[in-house]
C-alpha cells in the first residue's frame, strides 16, 4: 500500500520495469490444501485468528477510519461501519460500497490494523484470502512500524507490502518494500496462467528476518530482498538492518481508486467489491542473529553508448517500432491520459484525446539508460507543436522509487521546430536504468506534439565529493552521529581514548534503545584516562555554540566535555538528564575536537550529543556552504537558476544567478527547514542582500504545507529592493499561531511583485538571523522615562523653582521622543545589547548612589570648577543637552559608559544611556538644589 508518496512518483510508478516478475500455471488449484506443512519446523505459531466469531475481536485488532483523500488521491472514506467492515462464515469482510447521492458519487470502504495489539519485530506473516476484479480497486495486505517517529516518517520508516492486487489486473500480485531518503523500493510480481486472483483464494506471506526478506504466494517464491537503508536528508545511513529493525504492526483495507490504480469506471461491479480474509497467523523463530552486515553491491554494468555518443537508442526515430513492449521507446498513459502515437519520417508524433488527471497522465519513456556517478551529461532533442504549449522532460531511476537525476524540466513548445539543450551531473551512484521522461498529459493543452533528434550523451567526469569532511547536518547538529546509531558498531565517527584495560566502551541496542554504554570497571586516575571523542567538527570562528547531550549513570559521578579549549563538568545521576553548555569561538579556533571524558568508575550512558549554532537560524553565514540550506527552483526555470558560495570578499555568502524568475514569486526560494518558532514570543529576522540589478526580494517564515499545501505564513511576506551594496533588512513579528518546530524561513526571488526579470543576474543573501526578540529593555525604559516625569511633579519636589521642573520635563519628553521615533526606525532588541545595556544602567545607578552617599555642598572629583554643586545654577547642566551622541560632561556618569554612549552602533544602546544620564543628572539637580535651598 504506498503510504503519503508524492503525486509524480506515484503517476509514475504505473509504468515501473518490474523486476522478479513470476508467471506460474495455478499450482495449488485445490484452494483447501494445509499450508501450514509448508513451514519449516523451525517457525513457530505465535498468533492466529481464523475470525471463528461473528465479529471481530478488538483486543486484537483496531478500525482505522480516514476522509477520503487521505493518501495517494484514493477516494473512499475509511469508516468502521458493520456495512464495510464484518465477519461472517469465518471470514473477514472488507466491502467497498458507491453511494448515488445528491452531491454526486460517495465511496467507503473498511482498513484494519493490529497496531499496539499485535506488533511484532521478525516473523513470518501469513494470509488466506480472496481479492476482488474491477477497475479502481484496490486491496492491500501490508505492514507499517509501530513507531513511525524512529526513523522519520514515510518512506524513511520502511513499509512492507505483502500483497497488493489491482482491479483492472487481478492476474498479478505485487510484493514490495518502502524505505530510504528519498523514496526507494524493491518489487517483486508474481503472474498467474489463466486463471486470477479474484477467481480463488490464495496464500500471500513474508519471511522477515534481520538480513532478509522472502515473499512467497502458496508456497511459492517470487521475490528476494537483503538490501535496504533509512536515513535523515544529507545524513549517513542508519546502522543495517534500519529500518526493518523495529516492530510491525498488520493491516488490510480495500480502496477506492487512486494514483496507482485510477479511479473506478462503469465496467466496476461494487456488488462484489470485497476482500474476503480466511485466516491471518503469525510465526517467529526463537531467536534472531541481529548481528548482520548489509550486503556489499555489486559493481554495475554500464553499457556502451552508439557510435556517435548516443546513449539513446533510436534517437532519430528511424525504425517505427513498436511502442507498447519494455523496449526502446514506451508509449504510457495512466489516470486518464489517452492519445495516439506514430513514428514516422524520422519524428515521433504524438496526439492527445484526454489528458488525464495529472501532467504525466501521457508520457513518452525509454528505460535502460546508463548513468555514471558524477558523470556530467547532455540531453538534447528537437521538438515543436500545432500550437504554444508545453510538456515536461527529466531523467529518473523507476527502480530508485523515482528519484530525479536530472529534475522535471518545463519545456515551452511553439510551432515552430527548436532545439532544446540541458545538462545535468549524475551524483547518485551508478545507474543502469536511468529513465528519459517527456510528459505531456494535464498541461492545459491538446495540442499535437512532435520530437526527433534524441541524444543523451557523456560530457565529462568529476571528481566525486569529499564525504570525509565535516559539515553542518541537516537537522543544525555540528556532531556526526550524536544519537549512536550509524555504522556497524553505531560507533562511526567516534574515537576512542584509553589508557586503561579495564573498559569496556560500545552501544547496546535493546528494544531499539541504542546509547553509549561506558563501563570502567577499575577505579582511573583522571577523567582523561577514558576518552571518546570526535575530531574536526565544522565549527566556526566568532560564533556561538550551544552543547548538549544526555548523561546518567548506575551511580553518582562526575564526567567532562572539552571544546574549544572549554572544560564543562556534569555531575550525573542516575536519572537521564540533558546538559547544556554555551561556549563562543573568537577568531581563532583553539581546537575544534569534541572531547567526552568518562574514566569514571562504573557505568556511564550518553546519547544525543549536539552542537548547535544558538541562533535559530543554522549557518546564516554561508560558512558551511549550502549546509542546511535549499535552492528551489521550479521546473519551468530550473534550467536558468543555478547557485554557489561567493567567497570574492573572504567573507562567504550565498549567490544565486538568476536568467529568468518565471511568473510567480515562489518560483525560486532560498530556503531553511526546520525552524523552531514559540507560539506567544516575538522574533527579529534579519538578512543581508544586494542584487547586480535593482529588483524585489521577499522573505518570511511560513507553515511547512508540503503534506496538505498549507502554507500560511508566521511572519509578514516582507517584500524589500535590493540594489548594488549590500543592506540590512529585518522583520518583527510576534509568533500568534501554535508553535511550529518545522516552519520554513524562504527567501523568495521570482517574479515578486507579479514582476517577471528575464535579464540575467546575481543575488547575494549573507548574515541571516532569527532571534528572539525581548522588548523588557525599552519598556523599562519608557515606563523609567514616564515613572521620572510623574516624580518631578509629586510632593517630594515641591520645593524646587519651576525653571528647574520645566527643564527637566522637557528633557523627559525629548527622551520619550527619541525613544519613541528609534523604536519605530529600529526595535530589534538583542541578547547582546540587553547585556550591554544592563551593564550600563548597572553603572549609572553604581554612580548615583556614590552621588547620594556625598555629604551637601561635597566636592566632585569628576567636575571641573564650573560645575561645583555651589555653582550648578538653573540650566548650566541641562538634561537636554545630554542628546543621543553629544558630548556628556558628567563624567561621573558616563566614564564606564562611553563605548556605549558614543559609538552608537545600536539605537537602542543610544537611547539607554542617554534617556537614563538624562533622568540621571535631572535627579541629581533636584538633589542638589534640595541641599542648597
Known amino acids: 500500500m504506498k503510504k503519503k508518496i508524492c503525486n509524480v512518483l506515484v503517476g509514475t510508478l504505473v509504468t515501473s520495469m518490474m523486476s522478479n516478475t513470476v508467471n506460474v500455471s495455478n499450482v495449488y488449484a485445490d484452494s483447501n490444501i494445509d499450508f501450514m506443512k509448508e513451514t519449516s519446523e523451525d517457525w513457530k505459531l505465535v498468533w492466529e485468528d481464523n475470525f471463528d466469531g461473528d465479529s471481530l475481536n478488538m483486543e486484537d485488532w483496531n478500525y482505522e477510519t480516514h476522509e477520503p483523500g487521505w493518501v ?57 484470502l480472496k481479492v476482488p476484479e474491477g477497475q479502481g480497486l484496490w486491496p492491500a495486505f501490508w505492514m507499517m512500524p509501530t513507531d513511525e517517529n524512529l526513523y522519520g516518517s514515510w518512506p524513511r520508516c520502511g513499509e512492507i507490502d505483502i500483497m497488493e492486487v489491482l482491479g ?15 523514496h526507494r523500493e524493491q518489487q517483486g510480481t508474481y503472474i498467474l496462467d489463466g486463471t486470477t486472483f479474484a477467481d480463488d483464494y490464495h496464500v500471500f506471506s513474508v519471511e522477515w528476518e534481520p538480513s532478509e526478506m522472502r515473499f512467497y504466494i502458496d508456497g511459492n517464491l517470487y521475490h528476494t530482498v537483503n538490501d535496504w537503508y533509512t536515513k535523515q536528508e544529507g545524513d549517513d545511513e542508519k546502522t543495517y538492518p534500519a529500518p526493518f529493525d523495529q516492530t510491525f504492526y498488520l493491516q488490510f483495507n480495500l480502496a477506492v481508486g487512486g494514483n496507482w490504480p485510477g479511479n473506478p469506471d462503469e465496467t466496476t461491479d461494487f456488488e462484489n467489491a470485497e476482500l474476503k480474509v480466511d485466516y491471518v497467523k503469525v510465526y517467529q523463530l526463537d531467536s534472531y542473529d541481529e548481528n548482520v552486515t548489509k550486503p556489499e553491491k555489486e559493481p554495475v554494468d554500464l553499457r556502451d553508448p552508439d557510435a556517435t555518443g548516443n546513449y539513446i537508442n533510436n534517437g532519430d526515430f528511424s525504425v517505427n517500432e513498436d511502442l507498447t513492449d519494455n523496449e526502446g521507446w514506451i508509449k504510457l498513459t495512466t489516470l486518464g491520459g489517452r492519445g495516439e502515437s506514430i513514428i514516422e519520417n524520422n519524428k515521433i508524433i504524438l496526439t492527445t484525446e484526454e489528458v488525464g488527471k495529472e501532467n ?29 504549449r508545453t510538456m515536461i522532460v527529466n531523467v529518473t531511476s523507476p527502480d530508485r522509487g523515482y528519484v530525479r537525476q536530472f529534475e522535471d524540466t518545463v519545456v515551452n513548445l511553439t510551432n515552430e521546430l527548436q532545439s532544446y539543450s540541458y545538462d545535468f551531473i549524475m551524483k547518485d551512484i551508478d545507474e543502469a536504468n536511468g529513465r528519459v521522461e517527456f510528459s505531456y498529459g494535464n498541461q492545459g493543452s491538446l495540442a499535437t506534439i512532435e520530437i526527433s533528434n534524441v541524444r543523451l550523451e557523456k560530457i565529462g567526469q568529476h571528481e566525486a565529493e569529499d564525504n570525509n569532511k565535516k559539515t553542518v547536518l541537516p537537522d543544525g547538529n555540528y556532531v556526526y552521529n550524536g544519537t549512536f546509531d550509524v555504522g556497524q558498531d553505531r ?52 560564533k556561538e555554540y550551544t552543547l548538549s547531550f544526555d548523561a546518567y549513570g548506575e551511580e553518582d559521578k562526575t564526567i567532562k566535555a572539552q571544546i574549544n579549549g572549554e572544560s564543562f563538568e556534569a555531575n550525573i545521576t542516575t536519572e537521564k538528564t540533558n546538559f547544556k553548555y554555551k561556549f563562543k569561538t573568537g577568531e581563532v579556533l583553539n581546537n575544534s575536537n569534541l572531547e567526552l571524558l568518562l574514566g569514571a568508575y562504573g557505568v556511564t550512558y550518553i546519547d544525543n550529543v549536539r552542537i548547535k549554532e544558538t541562533g535559530l537560524i543554522t549557518n546564516g553565514d554561508f560558512g558551511n556552504g549550502f549546509a542546511k540550506w535549499e535552492l528551489f527552483a521550479d521546473s519551468s526555470v530550473s534550467s536558468k537558476v543555478s547557485s554557489s558560495i561567493d567567497n570574492s570578499t573572504g567573507d562567504p555568502s550565498a549567490r544565486i544567478d538568476i536568467q529568468d524568475t518565471g511568473d510567480a514569486d515562489w518560483k525560486i526560494q532560498l530556503k531553511q527547514s526546520n525552524v523552531k518558532l514559540e507560539k506567544g514570543k516575538k522574533y527579529v529576522l534579519s538578512l543581508d542582500a544586494k542584487s547586480t540589478i535593482d529588483r524585489s526580494i521577499m522573505f518570511t517564515i511560513q507553515r511547512d504545507g508540503s503534506s496538505d499545501n498549507d502554507w500560511r ?10 540594489k548594488g551594496e549590500y543592506n540590512k533588512y529585518q522583520v518583527i513579528f510576534e509568533m500568534t499561531e501554535e508553535s511550529d518546530e518545522n516552519s520554513i524561513f524562504s527567501i523568495a526571488m521570482g517574479a515578486v511583485n507579479g514582476t517577471q526579470i528575464t535579464d540575467e543576474h546575481s543575488i547575494n543573501i549573507d548574515n541571516v538571523k532569527l532571534e528572539e526578540y525581548i522588548p523588557l529593555v525599552t519598556e523599562n525604559l519608557f515606563n523609567t522615562i514616564k515613572n521620572a516625569k510623574v516624580i518631578v511633579y509629586s510632593d517630594e519636589f515641591d520645593e524646587i523653582v519651576e525653571e528647574d521642573r520645566e527643564k527637566l520635563i522637557a528633557a523627559l519628553n525629548e527622551a520619550e521622543e527619541v525613544y519613541e521615533n ?16 544592563e551593564q550600563n544602567l548597572k553603572n549609572i545607578m553604581d554612580n548615583l548612589r556614590k552621588e547620594e552617599q556625598k555629604e551637601p555642598g561635597q566636592d566632585d572629583n569628576n567636575q571641573d570648577e564650573n560645575n561645583k554643586p555651589g555653582n550648578n545654577k538653573p540650566g548650566d547642566n541641562k538634561p537636554g543637552n545630554n542628546k543621543p551622541g553629544a558630548d556628556n560632561k558628567n563624567e561621573g556618569i558616563n566614564k564606564n559608559n562611553k563605548s556605549l554612549v558614543n559609538t552608537g552602533s545600536e539605537a537602542h544602546v543610544i537611547i539607554l544611556a542617554s534617556a537614563l544620564v538624562m533622568v540621571a543628572v535631572g535627579v541629581k539637580i533636584i538633589k542638589r538644589k534640595k541641599s542648597i535651598n
Open 168 to 182: 483492472h489486473e487481478p492476474e498479478k500480485a505485487y510484493g514490495t518494500i518502502h524505505y530510504g531518503n528519498p
Open 72 to 128: 495517494n488521491n484514493e477516494l473512499q472514506e475509511y469508516t468502521d461501519s458493520t456495512d464495510n467492515i464484518y465477519v461472517k462464515d469465518g471470514e473477514l469482510v472488507l466491502k467497498a460500497i458507491k453511494d448515488e447521492t445528491e452531491d454526486g458519487v460517495k465511496y467507503t470502504s473498511g482498513k484494519v490494523t493490529t497496531q499496539n495489539k499485535r506488533d511484532y519485530k521478525y516473523g513470518r506473516f501469513e494470509a488466506r
Open 713 to 722: 505564513p508566521y511572519s509578514p511576506n516582507e517584500i524589500v529592493e535590493l
Open 491 to 542: 560507533m562511526k565517527y567516534w574515537d576512542i581514548e584509553s589508557t586503561i584495560d579495564n573498559v569496556s566502551i560500545g552501544v547496546p541496542n535493546i528494544n531499539n534503545s541504542r546509547e553509549l554504554k561506558v563501563d570502567v570497571k577499575e577505579n582511573p586516575a583522571s577523567l582523561s584516562d577514558v576518552i571518546v571523542k570526535q575530531t574536526d567538527l565544522a565549527i566556526a570562528k566568532n
Open 360 to 388: 504525466y497522465s501521457l508520457q513518452l519513456v525509454q528505460p535502460q539508460l546508463p548513468l555514471k556517478q558524477y558523470g556530467e551529461y547532455r540531453l538534447t532533442f528537437d521538438a515543436r507543436a500545432d500550437e504554444d
Open 822 to 837: 528609534a523604536v519605530s526606525e529600529n526595535p530589534t532588541v538583542t541578547q547582546e545589547i540587553i547585556d550591554n545595556a
